[in-house]
């Protein structure tokens, strides 16, 4: 399974941004598919994550998840094995690279697995 994000780049403060993220392989089913993102010399951190069935949670931790919501949407077609989040009202704390990721497992498989795409860079200027 490999990850191909796209959408990134630079804006201005208040600005907007679609990222996109689409899975590609064969013969596996997908549990998750999420945002996660790294700031220079911070640790990564989760932004989004949305499941198979629908559950959306956002922000690994409760300061992010208070910062996100409400400006990002994290949503998913999985019949077309991609994951989007629209970022608005981006503030310049959001610069970071965004890194899509996916829990998967094969058909018939119960052990998740998990991958990571490649990262596209977010820059929020003030």
């Known amino acids: 399974v490999q990850l191909q994000a796209s959408g990134g780049g630079l804006v ?10 689409v899975a590609s392989g064969s013969g596996f089913s997908i549990n998750a598919m999420g945002w996660y993102r790294q700031a220079p010399g911070k640790q990564r951190e989760s932004v989004a994550e949305v499941t198979s069935e ?20 994290i949503s998913a077609d999985y019949s077309k094995k991609t ?3 629209q970022m608005n009202s981006l503030k310049p704390e959001d610069t970071a690279v965004y890194f ?25 200027s003030s």
């Open 54 to 73: 629908g559950i959306i949670k956002y922000g690994g931790t409760t300061n992010l998840a208070a910062s996100v919501q409400g400006r990002f949407t």
């Open 12 to 21: 201005q403060a208040g600005g907007s941004l679609r990222l996109s993220c």
């Open 83 to 85: 994951v989007y989040l």
């Open 100 to 124: 899509c990721n996916i829990k998967w497992r094969y058909y018939g498989r119960t052990y998740e697995r998990e991958n990571w795409g490649q990262g596209t860079l977010v820059t929020v």
